[in-house]
């Protein structure tokens, strides 16, 4: 079983609509990050997460750790956020080294 | 805004071959990391680094891996007698501290072709 599940894997919206990425976890960890994977294949940080909330722009990302659960949220979403996002984790006691989900292919059609 | 950097963006290698992927991390950071991902499949661990030794390893990182920083900037990962299954995308990363989580800011990749 993945640590680590993401859903969907694949989802196509419209220019302007409000987006949510889903992350599940089934281990214990210390931080959970969102990243951006574009199409030629760079990563990108987005957020580190241990509780609460975090707003950066038109992204917000979420979690709750007693749910093992986070999401990531875009609003007014635009063509240039077509991207693979990706939830990885900083597991409990597995010191610094990132767990990386499978990631969600995000398509925004103008 | 300073930015981790990788050479190079693509090698193509035979089977058998060596080959040594180079990256600069960040200047004040300590701690580096690489990661593979092969073509469709998600991103895996494979070395963490701290003052001038291997901190964390994982099962991939076999005889065959072996990583060093050889000088104040560099941070190579050497590859002996690559395989065909060892073509993937291998990204550098760094981070300010280790031990406790931390943003880490990942390198553009090198695509490694094992042919």
């Known amino acids: 079983k993945n640590e680590v599940e993401q859903s969907p894997q694949n989802l196509t919206a419209q220019e302007g609509e409000f987006i949510t990425i889903n992350c599940s976890y089934s281990v214990g960890i210390s931080a959970l990050h969102w990243l951006q994977q574009h199409p030629g294949g760079g990563i990108v940080s987005l957020f580190m997460?241990?509780?609460g909330k975090k707003k950066h722009g038109r992204l917000i990302a979420t979690i709750n750790i007693q749910e093992k659960h986070s999401s990531l949220h875009i609003t007014a979403s635009h063509p240039r956020d077509s991207a693979v996002y990706i939830c990885a984790l900083n597991l409990l006691y597995g010191n610094e080294k990132l767990t990386f989900g499978t990631g969600t292919r995000l398509t925004i059609i103008p | 805004e300073p930015e981790v950097t990788q050479t190079p963006s693509h090698q193509v290698t035979q089977m058998g071959q060596e080959v040594i992927l180079r990256c600069v991390p960040i200047?004040?950071?300590?701690?580096f990391y690489w990661y593979r991902q092969i073509l469709g499949q998600k991103v895996e661990f494979l070395v963490s680094?701290?003052?001038?030794?291997?901190?964390?390893k994982s099962e991939i990182f076999d005889d065959q891996f072996s990583v060093e920083r050889p000088d104040g900037s560099n941070f190579t990962l050497k590859i002996r007698s690559t395989k065909l299954e060892d073509s993937a995308m291998y990204f550098c990363a760094s981070s300010t501290t280790g031990g406790l989580p931390d943003t880490q800011y990942f390198g553009p990749g090198t695509r490694l072709t094992v042919l």
């Open positions: 997460l241990s509780s």
């Open positions: 200047s004040n950071h300590l701690y």
């Open positions: 680094f701290y003052n001038n030794e291997i901190s964390e």
